[in-house]
């Protein structure tokens, strides 16, 4: 019930608001709302309730998620000449309405949901089969989510309550129920619907003999891997040829993912070209009067999947190093020219890279890519820094927002910033994109990490 809400709520509510403002300016909804419904619903199926964030990040990520749906109908709109079709009023009351519905039905949901979750009709009963660190963190989710619908009854282990009580603090709900090879009687008994298998790998022979005992009753298992120990990157079950395999890292961008990521990429990028024309031009002509040199600065660096990609930068210094050695930048460093200083500032120097995108090789958003010659230093003192290429490079990334820009005088600062790269994996979303190019408009002019 959850997921269909979650799944629904968000085109719903923005297709209802889209007919009901046009229904209130009195406008024939025809064929051409018609279509505008079915772009929205193509961009908000499913949707997300955020049932299990509090209600800020709810609400934060709610108006972020709608304003990047609005800004991407308006500029398929506007290139073609498709929003002219429409009354001027009735889009503009849409769009500014429909993020307050969207949070209040959120708000309803959050509170609707619980309720209906707690009806025994709806409630499923189930077990956890082992005792440990595993089945505690499962059972701790499961308490806390009330939008689960689910009641944990206990746990069954073969060893004693003293034992147990080791492993289960007092902040565990649940109890021990009995020993394994009471699980099948129970369950049969009880009418249990879940059962959730938290025993480690190497249990193999306990394991098959549980699901044997179980093989009479009609109640859904579940196995709950021990990988807590791995730091998961976008892990989930896939099927290769049939077979179940577990993702333990992976690129977020697949699937319609990749095509959302792309398309995005593109929209912004020609938009952004178009409008900073002017400027690309006045910085070129800055950069060729200011020293002697190339305008644009040429790099090898590392793109998607650690494959060599050639980057775009306005030059700013006088140098145009790209080899095996290679030195960061440092403040007041003799190599950056007067005029460079400021592009590197203001971060203008990125500009061209905007060009990089329209060419598949880097994103608007993703980790910054380093020097071929920084990643195959770091690449050896750092665990998991690899993992970074599993999507393309961006001209901005989480870990520059968050004050990881410019010089990594230590290992300890670039591994910080590997950190913030893979927690943008692990997390990625439409909104995060939007909320990190917002947070590097606001810091292009007063970051004190750029020279």
Same mark, same amino acid.
């Given at each position: 019930m959850a997921s269909i809400v979650e799944s629904v709520l968000d085109p719903v509510v923005a297709i209802g608001m889209l007919f009901a403002v046009a229904h209130s300016f009195r406008v024939v909804a025809d064929g051409h709302y018609v279509i505008l419904a079915l772009l929205t619903f193509s961009l908000t199926f499913p949707g997300d309730s955020h049932l299990r964030e509090n209600v800020a990040t709810m609400t934060r990520r709610t108006i972020l998620n709608w304003t990047l749906i609005a800004f991407a109908l308006l500029a398929v709109g506007y290139v073609t000449g498709y929003v002219h079709y429409f009354s001027a009023p009735v889009l503009l009351v849409w769009l500014a309405g429909t993020p307050v519905a969207l949070v209040a039905a959120h708000a309803i949901s959050r509170i609707a949901l619980?309720?209906?979750?707690?009806?025994?009709?709806?409630?499923?009963?189930?077990?956890?089969?082992?005792?440990?660190? !595993?089945?505690?963190?499962?059972?701790?989710?499961i308490d806390e989510n009330s939008f689960l619908g689910v009641r944990l009854l206990g746990f069954f282990d073969d060893r004693g309550g003293d034992r147990i009580a080791n492993e289960l603090s007092d902040e565990v709900p649940g109890e021990r129920l009995g020993a394994m090879r009471d699980l099948g009687e129970y369950v049969r008994r009880e009418g249990v619907d879940h059962i959730y298998i938290a025993l480690p790998m190497v249990s193999q022979p306990r394991i098959l003999q549980i699901l044997d005992d179980l093989k009479d009753t009609t109640a859904s298992i579940f196995f709950v891997p021990d990988m807590f120990v791995t730091d998961l990157?976008? @892990?989930?079950? #896939?099927?290769?040829?049939?077979?179940?395999?577990?993702?333990?890292?992976?690129?977020?961008?697949?699937?319609?993912?990749?095509? &959302?990521?792309? $398309?995005?990429? !593109? *929209?912004?990028?020609?938009? &952004?070209? *178009?409008? &900073?024309?002017?400027?690309l031009l006045i910085v070129a002509l800055g950069v060729k009067l200011s020293s002697p040199g190339p305008v644009i600065f040429k790099q090898n660096r590392y793109g998607l999947d650690g494959r060599r990609i050639l980057v775009y930068k306005f030059r700013s210094m006088t140098v145009c190093e790209d080899g095996d050695q290679v030195v960061q930048?440092?403040?007041? #460093?003799?190599? $950056?020219?007067?005029?460079?200083?400021?592009?590197?500032?203001?971060?203008?120097?990125?500009?061209?890279?905007?060009?990089?995108?329209?060419? @598949?090789?880097?994103?608007?958003?993703?980790?910054?890519?380093?020097?071929?010659?920084?990643?195959?230093?770091?690449?050896?003192?750092?665990?998991?820094?690899?993992?970074?290429?599993? *999507?393309?490079?961006? !001209?901005?990334?989480?870990?520059?927002?968050?004050?990881?820009r410019g010089e990594t005088e230590t290992v300890d600062k670039m591994a910080r910033r590997i950190e913030y790269d893979l927690d943008y994996l692990r997390h990625w979303s439409l909104s995060l994109d939007l909320k990190i190019v917002l947070a590097t408009v606001r810091l292009v002019a007063r970051d004190a990490q750029a020279y």
């Amino acid at each position: 019930m959850a997921s269909i809400v979650e799944s629904v709520l968000d085109p719903v509510v923005a297709i209802g608001m889209l007919f009901a403002v046009a229904h209130s300016f009195r406008v024939v909804a025809d064929g051409h709302y018609v279509i505008l419904a079915l772009l929205t619903f193509s961009l908000t199926f499913p949707g997300d309730s955020h049932l299990r964030e509090n209600v800020a990040t709810m609400t934060r990520r709610t108006i972020l998620n709608w304003t990047l749906i609005a800004f991407a109908l308006l500029a398929v709109g506007y290139v073609t000449g498709y929003v002219h079709y429409f009354s001027a009023p009735v889009l503009l009351v849409w769009l500014a309405g429909t993020p307050v519905a969207l949070v209040a039905a959120h708000a309803i949901s959050r509170i609707a949901l619980p309720h209906l979750m707690s009806m025994s009709a709806t409630q499923r009963r189930a077990v956890i089969v082992g005792a440990n660190d !595993i089945a505690a963190q499962l059972a701790r989710r499961i308490d806390e989510n009330s939008f689960l619908g689910v009641r944990l009854l206990g746990f069954f282990d073969d060893r004693g309550g003293d034992r147990i009580a080791n492993e289960l603090s007092d902040e565990v709900p649940g109890e021990r129920l009995g020993a394994m090879r009471d699980l099948g009687e129970y369950v049969r008994r009880e009418g249990v619907d879940h059962i959730y298998i938290a025993l480690p790998m190497v249990s193999q022979p306990r394991i098959l003999q549980i699901l044997d005992d179980l093989k009479d009753t009609t109640a859904s298992i579940f196995f709950v891997p021990d990988m807590f120990v791995t730091d998961l990157i976008q @892990g989930r079950v #896939d099927h290769v040829a049939g077979m179940p395999v577990v993702a333990v890292c992976e690129t977020p961008f697949t699937g319609l993912n990749s095509l &959302i990521k792309r $398309v995005s990429d !593109i *929209v912004l990028a020609t938009t &952004i070209l *178009v409008l &900073i024309a002017p400027v690309l031009l006045i910085v070129a002509l800055g950069v060729k009067l200011s020293s002697p040199g190339p305008v644009i600065f040429k790099q090898n660096r590392y793109g998607l999947d650690g494959r060599r990609i050639l980057v775009y930068k306005f030059r700013s210094m006088t140098v145009c190093e790209d080899g095996d050695q290679v030195v960061q930048a440092t403040r007041a #460093d003799s190599r $950056v020219t007067r005029f460079g200083a400021f592009l590197r500032r203001t971060s203008l120097d990125e500009l061209p890279q905007f060009v990089n995108v329209l060419q @598949g090789r880097m994103s608007i958003v993703g980790p910054r890519p380093h020097a071929v010659a920084h990643n195959e230093t770091y690449r050896q003192l750092i665990k998991g820094y690899m993992v970074r290429h599993k *999507v393309k490079p961006g !001209i901005t990334g989480w870990a520059q927002v968050n004050g990881y820009r410019g010089e990594t005088e230590t290992v300890d600062k670039m591994a910080r910033r590997i950190e913030y790269d893979l927690d943008y994996l692990r997390h990625w979303s439409l909104s995060l994109d939007l909320k990190i190019v917002l947070a590097t408009v606001r810091l292009v002019a007063r970051d004190a990490q750029a020279y």
